[in-house]
């Protein structure tokens, strides 16, 4: 069992910076890749970042490359998300999730395949 808690939410203007914590409970953390995924009032959820296991890979969805930065901590069973040059269309909540086998690309592409979830954190980006 992983359990997982979002944190870092916030409201911010346009232009600015977050950083999310997802934080994970269970020895098996590390086995698991993570990732983001967000959803907007009246939207589907859809994927933001993940990363491999073991760190060495990153896989981005393209309306974020460039300006968020996906990162995790095994050791403090932590996965991040850093948010610049936020957006208006950003605004969200954010979600994130693990999944045991898949590969950080694997995660972009299989939304409703993971095996645990975080309750999430609301990011407001005001114009």
């Known amino acids: 069992q992983v359990q997982l808690v979002e944190s870092g939410g916030g409201l911010v203007q346009a232009g600015g910076s977050l950083r999310l914590s997802c934080a994970g409970s269970g020895r098996t953390f590390s086995n698991y890749a993570m990732g983001w995924f967000r959803q907007a009032p009246g939207k589907e959820r859809e994927f933001v970042a993940a990363i491999s296991r073991r760190t060495d890979t990153t896989y981005y969805a393209d309306s974020v490359k460039g300006r968020f930065t996906i990162s995790r901590d095994n050791a403090k069973n932590t996965v991040y998300l850093q948010m610049n040059s936020l957006k208006p269309e950003d605004t969200a909540n954010y979600y994130c999730?693990?999944?045991?086998?898949?590969?950080?690309?694997?995660?972009?592409?299989?939304?409703?395949?993971?095996?645990?979830w975080g309750k999430g954190t609301l990011v407001t980006v005001s114009s």
């Open positions: 999730a693990a999944r045991f086998g898949y590969t950080a690309q694997a995660m972009s592409v299989m939304t409703n395949g993971m095996d645990y």
